[in-house]
């Protein structure tokens, strides 16, 4: 994962294009809803297998499903949030935006990637499948 979030990155940089700028940040902002939905599958088999102890303060313990479904619903909409309201506060500078984005987008994909590490340290196959 993050080979390829640099190469994204690397490949933004170098050529110079808005078009490709945008295209990554896109790219990169798929790349961390999906880590966060894996993230919320593993957690939740974690949780249910009763072997698993939530570690995240905000659903730290036993959470329900109830409580993870609002949690990394309220992330992933908070991610998306950033994303658009980054698009259009910095509208007359677009490959600001479009780096802003990127950088933000690889910064939750790491914390995602982490946690599903951490999660398969539990015997949680990646993203619980």
Do not use: W
Not at 59 to 70: E, K, N, T
């Amino acid at each position: 994962m993050k080979v390829m979030s640099s190469l994204l990155v690397v490949l933004a940089l170098s050529t110079g294009c808005s078009a490709a700028l945008h295209r990554s940040a896109q790219a990169t902002e798929v790349l961390a809803q999906g880590s966060l939905a894996c993230d919320g599958l593993s957690t939740h088999v974690a949780v249910r297998s009763g072997n698993y102890y939530e570690t995240n303060p905000m659903i730290a313990g036993q959470p329900s499903d109830g409580v993870l479904a609002g949690y990394f619903g309220f992330v992933g909409g908070s991610v998306f949030m950033a994303n658009r309201m980054t698009g259009s506060l910095l509208e007359k500078h677009s490959d600001a935006a479009s780096l802003l984005r990127i950088g933000m987008n690889l910064a939750a994909l790491a914390v995602e990637v982490d946690s599903i590490q951490y999660n398969q340290g539990h015997r949680v196959p990646v993203c619980g499948l």
